[in-house]
């Protein structure tokens, strides 16, 4: 079969055969009166297998050992394609969020655009002091594109530049609360927190709605931060959660602090009171849990936080009695 039949038939140009000739990776088995190529059955048989093999991305040189060294291995080079695949993937998907990034920023000229690239470049940095300034950047030279700040938020473990990240994030408001809504979600612990404390900076009722959602979520650390931010909101259906954490040592200084935020409106204190209550006089709360709800106790007003604590003055545990006893002192005063 000539050059021009086999160009037709396998769709590899004549050219490329030629190529392939010129390499010795496919050399027509003979030739016309004419001096033309003539390729035989199993000619055109390694064609295909030469485009086969160049599908998975091999280089000609690759598919030449391939098909003529016998002791040639192909799960080690099969494994190789598979981690510069990997990483080709990486590298346009990285290409590609930073040119939806560029996109939202929608700018308006070239230098907008160079503008953004340079601080889309400072957020990806390794040094997290320029990670920290792009964020803080965004005061004075215009907000950075909200997906990139979330991602950088989601995944930022210093602790500082993450409260920049948050900061700037919550400047650009409920735009970025569909991604943190879906990071609650991620399978990774340290990202559904960061995600739940970005979403308490946001100030909006879209925020509020989310944070009320993530009281029922399965990770208690989320939860638990939930509950705090829903507490400085005024939200009553953190009380349970947040007296929850003042028995269990969970960040209870903080709790009982949003207990004492709730406690402002007369109903909600005496829930409150009922509840930590309940708590003091269940039976198997130990000692430690008990003083901390009498703390917690201290800052309810109400009748019935006072009884309460009246009672405790009495109580077998001294330091819960000094507690109660001392914080009686003062109730005139804060009521």
Do not use: C
């Not at 700040?149 to 700037?168: C, F, I, K, S």
């Not at 949003?258 to 003091?280: F, N, S, T």
Request: proline letters at 4%.
């Amino acid at each position: 079969m000539l050059i021009g039949d086999v160009a037709r038939r396998s769709g590899v140009s004549a050219r490329m055969l030629r190529h392939y000739d010129t390499l010795g990776l496919v050399r027509p088995t003979g030739r016309t009166q004419g001096g033309y190529r003539a390729y035989s059955d199993q000619d055109i048989q390694r064609i295909f297998h030469v485009e086969s093999l160049r599908s998975l991305g091999l280089s000609l040189r690759e598919v030449a050992a391939a098909l003529d060294d016998p002791a040639f291995a192909p799960a080690r080079l099969v494994d190789d394609l598979i981690r510069q695949t990997q990483e080709r993937i990486a590298a346009e998907t990285a290409l590609l969020t930073r040119l939806r990034g560029i996109s939202a920023a929608e700018p308006d000229d070239w230098q907008d655009v160079l503008h953004t690239v340079a601080l889309l470049h400072a957020l990806g940095s390794q040094n997290p002091g320029k990670r920290q300034r792009a964020a803080l950047a965004s005061a004075h030279d215009g907000p950075l594109p909200t997906d990139a700040l979330a991602d950088a938020v989601l995944n930022e473990a210093d602790t500082n530049v993450a409260g920049a990240l948050r900061w700037a994030l919550a400047q650009t408001g409920v735009s970025a609360l569909p991604a943190l809504g879906k990071a609650l979600h991620s399978p990774v612990g340290e990202v559904r927190g960061r995600a739940v404390l970005s979403i308490a900076e946001i100030e909006d009722g879209e925020a509020t709605a989310l944070l009320r959602d993530a009281l029922a979520h399965s990770d208690t650390d989320v939860r638990r931060r939930a509950a705090l931010a829903l507490g400085t909101r005024g939200i009553p259906e953190a009380i349970p959660t947040l007296v929850d954490m003042v028995v269990e040592a969970a960040n209870d200084v903080d709790a009982a602090d949003a207990l004492g935020a709730l406690a402002g409106d007369p109903a909600r204190a005496e829930q409150i009171a009922a509840r930590l209550i309940d708590h003091l006089t269940r039976h198997g709360t130990d000692a430690p849990a008990r003083r901390r709800l009498t703390q917690a106790l201290a800052d309810i007003p109400g009748a019935t936080a006072t009884q309460a604590l009246t009672r405790l003055t009495h109580d077998d545990d001294r330091a819960v009695a000094l507690t109660a006893t001392y914080t009686l002192t003062l109730r005139p005063a804060a009521g």
